[in-house]
């Protein structure tokens, strides 16, 4: 879990759907970057719920692919339902393996491996929900 200082604007909540973890982020319109984890699928609904009590969440973001359609329908059946957007999510998990290199560079041995040789020591769900992110604000402005 990763967490910045608590922001002063609206928020974008950035879901990457999955059957057995989900990776969920939080980011500013100014693409600063607040809170990024990777969570078991069982407990997604509790942390989702939780993130948009202690952030100013205006939209949630969700990956178009793996049981997004489950998802949404979970989402939508909240007490409270989120706004909720989906973006293709086509590609995503190999442009997050390069973008955790530029998060976390190599250290070691790692270094000397070629990048597309180097596989993340951990799951990458929540910089796939970050790429999401992006690529929503992307369309947005772009």
């Known amino acids: 879990m990763s967490t910045a200082s608590f922001p002063d604007q609206p928020v974008i909540?950035?879901?990457?759907?999955?059957?057995?973890?989900?990776?969920l982020a939080i980011m500013g319109?100014?693409?600063?970057?607040y809170y990024h984890e990777?969570?078991?699928s069982e407990s997604t609904i509790a942390v989702i719920d939780q993130l948009r009590r202690d952030f100013?969440?205006?939209?949630v973001v969700m990956g178009n692919q793996t049981s997004s359609a489950d998802w949404k329908q979970q989402l939508s059946e909240r007490a409270e339902p989120v706004r909720l957007i989906l973006v293709d999510e086509r590609y995503s998990s190999l442009e997050a393996r390069d973008r955790y290199w530029q998060m976390y560079p190599p250290?070691?041995?790692?270094?000397?491996?070629?990048?597309?040789?180097?596989q993340p020591p951990r799951?990458?769900?929540?910089i796939?929900?970050?790429?999401?992110?992006e690529r929503y604000l992307e369309r947005l402005t772009g």
């Open 128 to 133: 796939v929900a970050i790429l999401l992110i």
């Open 107 to 118: 250290r070691g041995l790692t270094r000397l491996l070629p990048q597309g040789m180097r």
């Open 56 to 59: 100013p969440v205006s939209l």
């Open 38 to 40: 990777v969570v078991q």
């Open 13 to 23: 909540l950035g879901f990457d759907p999955g059957r057995q973890k989900c990776g």
């Open 29 to 33: 319109l100014d693409r600063r970057l």
């Open 123 to 126: 799951p990458i769900d929540d």
